[in-house]
């Protein structure tokens, strides 16, 4: 994945001037690819500023790079699997540059730690998800010739250092407002590999806002694991919802956006904001996990079915027409039939504009690993195809009601649909192609929706 905007400032091969020879250092080259969630994307925007700043530049070929570098997940088993197939693949098909270094940073870097190296020696550097603040001092190293240079420390008081940061979309921009999550989620193992949760000082989330809105992003995410659970340590801000209010306030924001709330901590203030607050997108993803509170009480999170539906009920009934997005797991230990068809009438009795659903995987070191992996994969695989086919009648029911609508978007790239269109979101996060000139790119225009599909929207400009 491209991360860096071209920077024509950066770009250029360095000359240093000797006497009177001009001699051509070619500037070292870094290649990033990334897995996992939005905060690992923006991690990797983060180390990709870095490096720039250390004078490397980027490059979309591994073959030509002194640094490729894998941005892990852990989440499941096999976000695993991907990145060592990967680091053979990289190492077989394509083959690095002489002295070229190999480095592995996030969530599985953080949770291997040294194991890394004995599974894959040619690996140079191991960087966890919390110390990108350190990849000067590390990169120096390699460069030094150390071998298996490794930081996996997690309570770094540089955790919030603002970076210098390359971002990957123009239009709209990623702010981390929190890191790691404190709810031991019985099967998950972000508390292990992002840490307890720390939340970083609303000033400071602010200043990074107001920068980034002077160099024309209107659009901003919030980003943190339990995003709503964020309290400013300096206790100026009140809450969550202040600090919407107060983002949708810098002069030039004009969307603002934030993932993933926790539905324990979701209050009515949020919705009241969106009411109140044109630029608080009407977009919600809510993850619930299962539709079972037998099952939810398993995973220990924190809610019933009923607790989370009643969210759902102040959410849908807020005259903002907000879209609602969910997580789902099938498979969990000790689900059975009539579980999962809860899952699947709370799916129905939701209207979910979206989901995005696993299959359990069942990770070392977690709770819910002792309880073994009772559901059959092939009976998991089977749940999984029920419960997408039925979610894609209920977005394709949804989306089919805005037919005919003018919906405001802001237009963000090339259809990935079809190559001569451009692409936009509506508030709802709505993807809309339509016919249109590049001009447009950045731009808030308005649509008519002509038709409709299970993920996307088909547009016409007013
Ligand atoms: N903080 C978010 C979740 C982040 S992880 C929340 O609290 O909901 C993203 C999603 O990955 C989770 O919502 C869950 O659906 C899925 N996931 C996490 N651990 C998993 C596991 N062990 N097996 C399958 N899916 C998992
Ligand atoms: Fe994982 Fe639960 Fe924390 Fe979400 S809230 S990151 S699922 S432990
Ligand atoms: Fe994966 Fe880490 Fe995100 S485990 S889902 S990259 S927080």
Known sequence: MALLKSDPCRRHTLATRRSNQTHIVEPKKFFIETFGCQMNLHDSEKVAGTLTQMGYVPTDDPSEADLVLLNTCNIREKANQKVFSRLGSLQKSYGTKPGAKVGLLGCMAQMEGVKIFERAPNVDLVVGSSSYSFIPELVEKLEQGSRHVIDVTQDSDRLFETYADSRGNPYKAFVTIMEGCNRFCSFCVVPYTRGRERSR????????????????????????????????????????????????????????RFTSPHPSDFHPEIVEVMETTPQVCNQVHLPVQSGSTEVLRRMKRDYTREEYLRRVEFIQSSPCDIALSTDVIVGFPGETQEDF??????????????????????RPGTEAFALGDTVPEEEKGRRLAVLQEFQRKIQTQRNEQLVGRELEILVDGKSQKNASELMGRTTQNKIVNFPGSPELLGKFVRVRVSRAFPNSLAGELI
Do not use: C, H
């Not at 920068?211 to 309290?231: C, D, F």
């Open 201 to 256: 000082p609303g000033d400071r989330v602010l200043s990074e806002i107001r920068r980034l809105a002077s160099e024309g992003y209107p659009e901003v995410m919030l980003l943190g694991q339990t995003v709503n659970s964020w309290r400013d340590p300096a206790g100026i801000i009140p809450s969550f919802a202040g600090l919407l209010r107060q983002t949708a306030a810098v002069p030039g924001i004009r969307r603002v």
């Open 341 to 362: 068809e809860e899952t699947l009438s709370l799916l129905q009795r939701v209207g979910y504009d979206q989901i995005f659903s696993f299959k359990y995987s069942a």
